[in-house]
């Protein structure tokens, strides 16, 4: 076997990529993804782009098809003016939660670089995707596409029935509320099969007629609802319309008064596709890390087995060394937490963990201290672990040092800010805990949710901001996202901020 | 199973429905700043609109878009960072200016912080936006006319014709050939003979032997001479004639006399009006045709040609005689821009004084000289702001305006109003051009 790898002939020689070459690194990479990684992926399908391409696809998040709204156009114009005059470079790649997995490669890499890329996205973000829980539970790789393709069409026939004026102004309106149309701690209700059917018979005649379009709107069967239980108390109110509601949107769709059937499955869309994209949010860090080791991990055993050359070795490991770069707090480029830096860092601090433990590590990590298997607690770790979980229990004291990692806490009250904890035993674990909060979207974003709305009343929505550590929303924002709510609400929207009671 | 794809040629512009809408959404914003920046513009070609496009830089407001998000004040929030070099538990560091603590960039999502918003236009869509509502595109076709003149091309050769066309390289070569495969004696040939004939005759007495040469060679001659009348020097087989068929012929190429008042009476705001109004025409015409000069003609009591700089910015005084300009437009025409050459357009700027009769003139110019050859003429007369009677009224005015509304009166391709301010240069322009397009529309049904 050492002989055999010993014997291997360069893949390629040369910055050249052509497809024959990325076809014959492609199987090289495979075979250490799958063989020595024990990676488990979707299937790739590796398109090659050009810049404009990925200026495209920057601005619609990414995704391979998307619906028509100005707001892309913007980022779009934004993205090409910091491009055009050098101040951004473009990504190698973006890579798509589907199956098959897609993933776009930049024409003016070299063949280097391409192969780091395929290394990085085709099969480390492949198998995150296809392994993490996150994903597993809340997104549907195999049916993006076509959701993707339905909501494209779907909004374009709205244009052109309603006209684009209309369409726009619930697309801003729903865009405005996109961070609160995800459900973050359970599932939706499951629709009733009559609210299903009706559904799909909205979605197959969407051009066909008016007739389906009064079959069923959510707004009247919420009112029939509500006719059965007229003089409902507010409770049996709050449990007829699974209050409170985290997810505006859903609220929105399901409760609005005034909003057709088309408006409500404009942001049913939205919110599917908020839904999508939101375990991406969740484990960027993890995400990012493990994309990142596995690469790592694959050139360095190419160039182990003489399969790539010396120079394609270090532009690899250079353009590797930019990646994981994490500037300092007080350096002009700091602009913070590096994903790709703590998350490969910490990806490399498990295997040594695992491979050669300290006493501390044993200390800390006795599940794995040790473990001969590192393969397997990575894994193990990247399916079933967020940013803010993985970060709470794998973050070591080691990498606390080597980061030195230091946490400052600005408290209002106080004149200055002031050094709560730094990287010694005490206070390893607090910088844990505040660096874990750190990517807590839960703890991030607003905690905004409808806690009431009498139909049979004033038909005032009420929301309830739960404020945590004094912090408040930002004033201006938040006039104007009430203004987009109003509009879809119809009545008048009240937001209420209201002190969390137990401080986290 | 993998697969890899080429995607380079794909369609481009996958985003261009996002781009329009994003227009539309910014025009107010985008319009702004295409107005001044016309403004600071000069009307040539090549530092007009640059090809490549215009960068504008436009405010966010109205392309905002709000999210609920923490506000980067007040509150209590831990911050972890990495690179500690020698803080201790307990240190303190002053508060960054504005209070805004290491978490604010990141809470406003989308750099929606920026007041301004940088991006680039493409010529096309500057154009669209600068001519706003002119629906360009369906205008030009209508609007311009490339004049047509019949010319002739040659079209080969014939055996038939008229003697003016008849082709005598063509012709001369065939007969040569021809001369040439028929071994016509030629004249040399023949004098020779004559001369030795006559040598012969001349002496007085003649040998038998040389009486029988003289008779051999009065055969000869008779036999050349025969054989250069039956094969002729030119016969009507080697006759070739030019033929040339009628052609229409079009003009893609446009000149624009910017004619202006500079007297005492035309001020920095007047001359800004007049500017726009060249530019906007100029910019218009440069979208139909392959080629466009510009010629500018600043006029007193005497009128020159000048160059733009001196147009538009240099000072001159006198009394005002527009109809100098005229003649200098039509003395120009004629050196240097032969109307079935050249479409010509016309634009006049003027604050509407003149001299004594000299408009009466200036009528006569326009409808005999310079309207017949000329595809369209404007005349603008730019007032003042308070004058919003001349504005409402178009029959009020001094004599210039009364007798270019005679000329108005005859001629479909003369186009005049009043402006006071930038706004209403567009929709005047509009209006130069819209009546123009029902017109054709009406002939045509």
């Given at each position: 076997m050492q002989a055999a790898e010993k014997a291997r002939e360069p893949l390629f020689d040369g910055p050249e990529w052509t497809f024959e070459l990325m076809e014959k690194a492609r199987d090289a990479i495979e075979e250490i993804a799958l063989e020595d990684l024990g990676l488990d992926v979707y299937p790739n399908q590796i398109e090659i782009i050009s810049a404009e391409q990925m200026l495209d696809a920057y601005s619609c998040v990414g995704l391979p098809l998307m619906y028509q709204h100005w707001s892309f156009g913007k980022h779009f114009a934004r993205d090409e003016a910091l491009y055009r005059t050098g101040r951004q470079g473009l990504a190698y790649e973006i890579v798509i939660n589907s199956n098959p997995c897609i993933s776009y490669n930049m024409e003016e890499n070299t063949m280097a670089m391409q192969t780091l890329v395929m290394a990085h996205a085709a099969f480390g973000h492949n198998h995150f995707f296809k392994n993490n829980y996150l994903f597993q539970q809340w997104t549907d790789a195999a049916g993006i596409h076509d959701y993707l393709a339905f909501a494209k069409n779907y909004i374009a026939a709205c244009e052109e029935r309603y006209g684009p004026m209309a369409v726009e102004e619930v697309l801003d309106a729903a865009h405005a509320m996109q961070s609160q149309?995800?459900?973050?701690y359970g599932r939706p209700p499951k629709p009733t099969n009559e609210e299903l059917v009706a559904m799909q018979k909205v979605r197959e005649g969407y051009e066909s007629g008016q007739s389906v379009l009064d079959i069923w709107t959510d707004s009247t069967l919420g009112r029939d609802k509500l006719e059965l239980v007229e003089d409902a108390d507010y409770s049996a109110r709050r449990k007829m319309m699974n209050?409170?509601?985290?997810?505006i949107l859903y609220f929105l769709e399901k409760?609005?008064?005034?909003?057709?059937p088309w408006q409500c499955e404009i942001l049913r869309i939205v919110r599917m596709l908020a839904q999508y994209l939101y375990p991406q949010k969740q484990t960027k860090v993890m995400n990012e890390g493990c994309a990142t080791f596995v690469h790592y991990y694959i050139i360095n055993k190419l160039h182990e087995q003489g399969q790539i050359t010396q120079g394609a070795y270090m532009e690899m490991l250079h353009s590797h060394t930019n990646v994981v770069m994490q500037p300092e707090?007080?350096?002009?480029?700091?602009?913070?937490?590096n994903p790709y830096a703590l998350g490969f860092a910490m990806m490399q601090d498990i295997r040594r963990i695992c491979q050669d433990p300290t006493d501390e590590d044993r200390e800390w990590?006795?599940?794995?201290?040790?473990?001969?298997d590192w393969r397997g607690v990575l894994r193990d770790a990247w399916a079933n672990y967020r940013d803010e979980s993985f970060i709470q229990q794998f973050l070591s004291p080691n990498l606390i040092r080597k980061f030195k990692l230091f946490t400052l806490t600005n408290d209002a009250e106080l004149p200055n800010l002031v050094v709560?904890?730094?990287?010694n035993r005490a206070g390893y674990k607090a910088i844990r805990r505040d660096l874990a909060k750190q990517y807590d979207l839960a703890y991030l974003e607003p905690d905004i949710q409808?806690?009431?709305?009498?139909l049979r009343g004033d038909r005032e929505l009420k929301l309830t901001h739960t404020v945590r550590d004094g912090i408040h929303l930002d004033e201006d924002d938040q006039e104007e996202v009430l203004k987009h709510l109003r509009r879809l609400w119809g009545y008048d929207v009240r937001l209420d901020a209201v002190e969390a009671t137990t401080e986290s | 199973m993998h697969h890899f794809i080429?995607?380079?040629?794909?369609?481009?512009?996958?985003?261009l429905g996002n781009r329009q809408r994003f227009l539309r959404r910014a025009r107010e914003n985008i319009k702004e700043r295409v107005d001044q920046s016309v403004r600071g513009k000069?009307?040539?070609?090549?530092?007009?609109?640059?090809d490549e496009g215009e960068k504008v830089t436009i405010p966010t407001r109205g392309l905002k878009e709000p999210r609920f998000f923490h506000s980067s004040k007040g509150g209590m929030r831990r911050h972890v960072l990495p690179g500690n070099k020698d803080f201790v538990v307990g240190d303190t560091i002053k508060r960054p200016?504005?209070?805004?603590?290491?978490g604010g960039r990141q809470a406003s999502e989308d750099g929606d912080g920026e007041d301004e918003f940088s991006f680039t236009l493409t010529q096309e869509e500057y154009l669209e936006i600068l001519f706003e509502?002119?629906?360009?595109p369906d205008l030009v076709e209508k609007a311009t006319v490339e004049t047509e003149t019949i010319g002739t091309r040659r079209a080969g050769l014939t055996t038939a014709g008229t003697p003016n066309n008849l082709n005598l390289v063509r012709t001369m070569r065939n007969s040569l050939g021809r001369r040439i495969a028929l071994q016509r004696p030629t004249t040399k040939s023949q004098r020779e003979l004559e001369e030795q004939i006559a040598e012969l005759e001349a002496l007085d007495e003649r040998t038998p032997p040389q009486e029988e040469f003289l008779e051999a060679l009065r055969k000869r001659l008779e036999g050349i001479i025969r054989k250069r009348k039956v094969v002729?020097?030119?016969?009507?087989?080697?006759l070739r004639y030019d033929t040339f068929v009628p052609e229409k012929i079009r003009n893609s190429r446009a000149v624009v006399f910017c004619l202006m008042?500079?007297?005492?009476?035309?001020?920095e705001r007047e001359k800004d009006l007049a500017k726009r109004f060249f530019l906007l025409l100029h910019l218009f015409l440069e979208r139909c045709y392959e080629h466009t000069e510009l010629v500018f003609v600043r006029h007193t009591h005497h009128a020159q040609e000048v160059d733009e700089e001196t147009f538009f910015y240099a000072r001159e005084t006198g009394g005002t005689i527009v109809s100098t300009a005229l003649e200098k437009m039509k003395e120009i025409i004629e050196e240097r821009y032969p109307p079935d050459e050249w479409n010509i357009y016309g634009a006049q700027a003027s604050d509407g004084e003149n001299f004594g009769n000299d408009s009466v003139r200036c009528k006569n110019l326009l409808l005999n000289d310079l309207l017949p050859v000329s595809q369209f003429y404007a005349y603008v007369e730019i007032v003042d702001e308070a004058a919003e009677m001349l504005l409402n009224n178009?029959?009020?005015?001094?004599d210039l305006w009364q007798n270019y509304r005679e000329v108005k009166a005859q001629a479909k391709h003369f186009e005049m109003q009043r402006v006071?301010?930038?706004?209403h240069i567009y929709p005047i322009f509009r209006e130069f051009f819209l009546p123009k397009v029902k017109g054709i529309q009406h002939a045509g049904s």
């Open positions: 149309g995800v459900f973050r209050l409170p509601q985290e997810n409760h609005s008064p005034v909003l057709e707090y007080d350096d002009p480029r700091y602009s913070g937490i990590f006795p599940d794995f201290a040790g473990n001969p709560s904890q730094i990287h409808v806690t009431d709305a009498d | 080429d995607r380079r040629a794909n369609p481009k512009g996958k985003s000069s009307i040539q070609s090549g530092s007009g609109v640059p200016q504005g209070g805004a603590g290491q509502g002119l629906e360009l002729g020097y030119i016969d009507p087989l080697d008042d500079v007297s005492g009476s035309m001020q178009p029959e009020a005015g001094e006071s301010q930038p706004g």
